[in-house]
């Protein structure tokens, strides 16, 4: 579940990959909230990107207003209640506490449409400063999130006058995850886990 039409592969684009090169029967359903006409050419661009390797895959690209999601929750969560007919084995979300409003509320809609599954919370750096003490990591091997990174900059072009959509802004977040949990390449993604079945 992505906001925006680069939130899914910021927050978990390397645990994707990962999970996708160590299994070809995936069946993944990427879906994206908000998007322009040209931030949906991207969102789409960029799906294409992660999800090669996948054995099956739905992508989903709504066109609700960006920054405005609160004020739309109902039509949102609509969109919710069709994805009720997917039962996921994870779900990728965004953080619950992240400071950004849309990326709040989808979180909760995330819980309240997926009470059963294992839901993940991923984080977005931004200008906020949001970022907190994740409790599930992911360790990423070079290759890995090199072309994390990569595909991020060859799929979101409208984003790169942006100051903080710089390569190294993407390394130093995954770095710095990657030191956390003592990932043998040095470099992880990073979760928030509420609740966990085992």
Known sequence: ???????????????????????????????????????????????????????????????????????????????????????????????????????????????NTFRNHLILEYEIPKYDGDLGQPNIFVPLEQVIYEKKVSYLMEAFGTQHGKRWFERETFLALMRLRGMECNAPSGYAEAFYSRKLVI
Do not use: Y
């Not at 789409?44 to 609160?70: M, N, T, Y």
């Open 1 to 111: 579940m992505g906001s925006h039409s680069d939130d899914i592969e910021i927050g978990c684009g390397g645990s994707i990959l990962r999970l996708l090169a160590s299994s070809q029967q995936l069946d993944i359903t990427w879906a994206v909230f908000s998007s322009s006409a040209e931030r949906k050419e991207e969102a789409c661009h960029s799906s294409e990107l992660f999800l090669s390797q996948a054995f099956r895959k739905e992508i989903i690209v709504s066109d609700f207003r960006d920054g405005f999601f609160p004020f739309e929750g109902a039509k949102i969560k609509d969109a919710f209640e069709g994805l009720k007919r997917v039962s996921p084995d994870v779900v990728f979300t965004h953080n619950r506490k992240d400071a950004h409003q849309d990326h709040r509320l989808l979180a909760e809609l995330t819980w």
